[in-house]
């Protein structure tokens, strides 16, 4: 078999060669630093006989596409670990994940925090042990026979439930064995002892809360322990800026048990959720787009006719009436877009329609994955729909991109990639349709001057779609504005137009975000800035603080004429001492603080202090309403 290399090089081999083998006809010292091999793309193990052509890649473990190997090998590590410090305990599934690792034990006894570094102890002796990981491949019945046998019965289920001409693989670690598709590190050293367990919870077996429960155990693992400490200042870093500690010491929101998911704004959230709603539609306004209304309530048969109930209907809130009528709270909004289309005769003429709506959408989440208002069951999105040609894809792709990046600048966040979402294995619409729209959205990607990454089976239900992913403060990235071309709903709803040839034609549309909903996007922005808002953002601008009772009547004066500035003001004239209020002003984020006393009363001034800061500025007070108020403005009315 022939097998071509990164530098193009063509080479044969016999069929069954290994990796190693590959490696060892190479260099004798990649040989010893080759982890795993990628054919076509795809990670294998070293050991593993290889018997097609295909691009080899002989990867060392420094290399970033071995990082989730080591996690993996890092999960097997740890459950072996387990299973000798805590004889009886059954292993489930144990996958790497984003930054890390995990695995569900079946325990009687509940694991605690104090066993977390004795597990650590036993997984740093079993890389030292360098065990060899070897795959070997099993028979369905024998595999099934073997793990009941030793109690697994996890094991034995998961294989029962496998189809029938799955190839059924075992890693052997040692003495111990995992049943795993693989691929792994050649043996336990290579793991290396960068890692660090994190955190317990609890887990339904398969998901399931009818199931069950299960402990699980988390980590991280790094390829060095550079990376792993890099890693764990910035998780320390986040936890200070944790939107939920943060939100609860300005008391922006709360979430409780009788609303899971829902998010209960307090007078203070409501303020800055507003003000962000405020600035988004000025934007949208400014750029042609026509703000609409649609219903909370649509009959489920609008659902099926668009296809949502097909991909969606697990995740719909249901409710039926005494008629017979069954009706869905909307997850989305964009049949009710279609619907608004449809009224009337568009001509083309009219395109491109852009249709906007600040959406409130419900989406069944499992409790489980809730996570303060990042990720909730009610939600509003900063939605809209452009109804085009497909000759305006192009320019409405980058108008939209150029006004992406003012958002993202304005709200102080940067855009760190673009990726290019391509046709998933459920999706509605044919082959045609599919080649036709990612051909046409990549080619509008590029003449938006946009660099994108490809990410094969990630596309929407209705068409491939533009991810944009920005970085926050402390390195952190997250998906939330995205652009979708659909070919498909305008089809399936009946939308048409009138073409200039007096021909009946369907519009596309594009589904588009900027924020992606105002909840996720506001705990990310409450933690970029650690509460720490811009003063045209801060929900509370400015508090007057006396400094002692006298300047109490000044104090009003000095509030009434910051209002009327137009700056969101509160008043602080407790008879407390002025640091005491000053820490706690401070702990509640307040951006600035005007602090009075008789002087300041006496002379007609104000004492500015701003957050982080210890110094005062004095400014007389016409002065300081003029400053306070121009660096209130938003930056779109600057």
Same mark, same amino acid.
């Given at each position: 078999?022939?097998?071509? &290399?990164?530098?193009?090089?063509?080479?044969?081999?016999p069929?069954g060669?290994?990796?190693?083998e590959?490696?060892?006809?190479?260099?004798?010292?990649?040989?010893?630093?080759?982890?795993?091999?990628?054919?076509?793309?795809?990670?294998?193990?070293?050991?593993?006989?290889?018997t097609? !052509?295909?691009?080899?890649?002989?990867?060392t473990?420094?290399?970033? *596409?071995?990082?989730?190997?080591?996690?993996?090998?890092?999960? @097997?590590?740890?459950?072996?670990?387990?299973q000798?410090?805590?004889?009886?305990?059954?292993?489930?599934?144990?996958?790497?994940?984003?930054?890390?690792?995990?695995?569900?034990?079946?325990r009687?006894?509940?694991?605690?925090?104090d066993?977390?570094?004795?597990i650590?102890?036993?997984?740093?002796?079993?890389?030292?042990?360098?065990?060899?990981?070897?795959?070997?491949?099993?028979?369905? !019945?024998?595999?099934?026979?073997? &793990?009941?046998?030793?109690?697994?019965?996890?094991?034995?289920?998961?294989?029962s439930?496998?189809?029938?001409?799955?190839?059924?693989?075992v890693?052997r670690?040692?003495?111990?064995?995992?049943?795993?598709?693989?691929? @792994?590190?050649?043996?336990?050293?290579?793991v290396?002892?960068?890692?660090?367990?994190t955190?317990l919870?609890?887990?339904y077996?398969?998901?399931?809360?009818?199931?069950?429960?299960?402990?699980?155990?988390?980590?991280?693992?790094?390829?060095?322990?550079?990376?792993?400490?890099?890693?764990?200042?910035?998780i320390?870093?986040?936890?200070?800026?944790d939107?939920?500690?943060?939100?609860?010491?300005?008391?922006? &929101?709360?979430?409780?048990?009788?609303?899971?998911?829902?998010?209960?704004?307090?007078?203070?959230?409501?303020t800055?959720?507003?003000?962000?709603? *405020?600035?988004?539609?000025?934007?949208?306004?400014?750029?042609?787009?026509?703000?609409?209304?649609?219903?909370q309530?649509?009959?489920? $048969?609008?659902?099926?006719?668009?296809?949502?109930?097909?991909?969606?209907?697990?995740a719909?809130?249901?409710?039926?009436?005494?008629?017979?009528?069954?009706?869905?709270?909307?997850?989305?909004?964009c049949?009710?877009?279609?619907?608004?289309?449809?009224?009337?005769?568009?001509?083309?003429?009219?395109l491109?329609?852009?249709?906007?709506?600040?959406?409130?959408?419900?989406?069944?989440?499992?409790?489980?994955?809730?996570?303060?208002?990042?990720r909730?069951?009610?939600?509003?999105?900063?939605?809209?729909?452009?109804?085009?040609?497909e000759?305006q894809?192009?320019?409405?792709?980058?108008?939209?991109?150029?006004?992406?990046?003012?958002?993202?600048? !304005?709200l102080?966040?940067?855009? @760190?990639?673009?990726?290019?979402?391509?046709?998933?294995?459920?999706?509605?619409?044919?082959?045609?349709?599919?080649?036709?729209?990612?051909?046409?959205?990549?080619?509008?990607?590029?003449?938006?001057?946009?660099?994108?990454?490809?990410? +094969?089976?990630?596309?929407?239900?209705?068409? +491939?779609?533009?991810? &944009?992913?920005?970085? !926050?403060?402390?390195?952190?990235?997250?998906?939330?504005?995205?652009?979708?071309?659909?070919?498909?709903l305008?089809?399936?709803?009946?939308a048409?137009?009138?073409?200039?040839?007096?021909?009946?034609?369907?519009?596309?549309?594009?589904?588009?975000?900027?924020?992606?909903?105002?909840?996720?996007?506001?705990?990310?922005?409450?933690?970029?800035?650690a509460?720490?808002?811009?003063?045209?953002?801060?929900?509370?601008?400015?508090?007057?603080?006396?400094?002692?009772?006298?300047?109490? *009547?000044?104090?009003r004066?000095?509030?009434?004429?910051?209002?009327?500035?137009?700056?969101?003001?509160?008043?602080?004239?407790?008879?407390?001492?002025?640091?005491?209020?000053?820490?706690?002003?401070?702990l509640a984020?307040?951006?600035?603080?005007?602090?009075?006393g008789?002087k300041?009363?006496e002379?007609g001034?104000l004492?500015?202090?701003?957050?982080?800061?210890? @110094?005062?500025?004095?400014? $007389?007070?016409?002065?300081?309403?003029?400053?306070?108020?121009?660096? *209130?403005?938003a930056?779109d009315?600057?």
């Amino acid at each position: 078999m022939q097998l071509q &290399f990164p530098d193009g090089a063509l080479r044969d081999y016999p069929e069954g060669v290994t990796g190693r083998e590959i490696a060892e006809g190479l260099s004798k010292s990649l040989a010893k630093k080759a982890a795993v091999i990628r054919l076509d793309g795809e990670m294998l193990d070293l050991d593993r006989a290889l018997t097609s !052509d295909g691009r080899i890649e002989i990867l060392t473990r420094d290399d970033p *596409a071995v990082l989730e190997t080591i996690r993996h090998d890092a999960s @097997h590590v740890m459950a072996e670990a387990v299973q000798e410090l805590f004889p009886g305990t059954q292993v489930t599934i144990g996958p790497s994940i984003e930054d890390g690792f995990y695995y569900d034990f079946a325990r009687a006894e509940p694991f605690s925090l104090d066993d977390l570094p004795k597990i650590e102890a036993k997984m740093r002796e079993i890389v030292d042990r360098d065990e060899k990981i070897e795959r070997e491949v099993w028979d369905r !019945d024998e595999a099934i026979a073997h &793990f009941k046998a030793v109690g697994e019965s996890y094991k034995a289920e998961i294989i029962s439930d496998l189809p029938e001409d799955q190839t059924i693989t075992v890693y052997r670690q040692g003495n111990w064995k995992d049943l795993c598709r693989g691929p @792994h590190l050649p043996s336990t050293k290579m793991v290396g002892k960068a890692f660090k367990l994190t955190k317990l919870a609890g887990a339904y077996w398969r998901g399931d809360s009818n199931n069950a429960q299960l402990q699980r155990i988390y980590g991280t693992a790094w390829a060095s322990q550079e990376d792993l400490d890099a890693y764990l200042k910035r998780i320390e870093e986040a936890e200070k800026r944790d939107h939920r500690r943060i939100g609860r010491a300005m008391d922006l &929101f709360h979430i409780q048990e009788e609303g899971k998911g829902m998010v209960f704004w307090h007078k203070n959230g409501w303020t800055l959720y507003r003000t962000l709603e *405020a600035y988004m539609r000025r934007r949208l306004e400014a750029e042609d787009y026509g703000e609409v209304k649609t219903p909370q309530l649509l009959d489920r $048969s609008l659902w099926e006719k668009s296809g949502h109930w097909e991909k969606f209907g697990h995740a719909m809130f249901v409710c039926e009436t005494d008629e017979g009528e069954a009706l869905a709270l909307k997850p989305m909004n964009c049949p009710g877009h279609v619907q608004i289309f449809n009224v009337g005769q568009k001509s083309y003429r009219d395109l491109p329609l852009r249709m906007a709506e600040f959406g409130s959408c419900h989406r069944f989440e499992p409790s489980g994955g809730l996570h303060g208002i990042m990720r909730v069951r009610g939600f509003t999105q900063d939605d809209a729909h452009i109804f085009c040609r497909e000759d305006q894809i192009e320019s409405e792709t980058t108008r939209f991109v150029e006004l992406l990046h003012s958002v993202y600048s !304005d709200l102080g966040v940067e855009l @760190h990639s673009v990726k290019l979402a391509l046709r998933p294995d459920l999706r509605a619409g044919t082959d045609e349709t599919w080649d036709i729209a990612e051909q046409k959205l990549e080619r509008a990607a590029k003449s938006a001057g946009m660099t994108v990454e490809l990410l +094969p089976g990630e596309g929407a239900f209705y068409g +491939p779609k533009l991810e &944009f992913h920005l970085k !926050d403060a402390i390195g952190r990235t997250w998906q939330c504005g995205t652009l979708q071309l659909d070919f498909v709903l305008p089809e399936r709803l009946d939308a048409e137009y009138t073409a200039e040839d007096g021909s009946k034609q369907r519009p596309v549309m594009l589904h588009r975000a900027i924020l992606g909903t105002f909840e996720r996007f506001l705990g990310i922005l409450i933690e970029n800035y650690a509460g720490n808002f811009p003063l045209w953002l801060a929900p509370v601008q400015v508090v007057v603080a006396t400094i002692t009772s006298d300047a109490e *009547a000044y104090g009003r004066d000095v509030v009434k004429r910051l209002e009327a500035a137009g700056l969101r003001v509160q008043s602080d004239f407790r008879n407390e001492k002025i640091n005491y209020k000053i820490r706690e002003l401070s702990l509640a984020k307040t951006p600035v603080i005007a602090v009075v006393g008789r002087k300041e009363a006496e002379d007609g001034t104000l004492a500015l202090r701003r957050l982080g800061t210890e @110094h005062q500025r004095l400014l $007389s007070l016409d002065d300081a309403v003029q400053v306070l108020s121009g660096e *209130a403005l938003a930056p779109d009315l600057a």
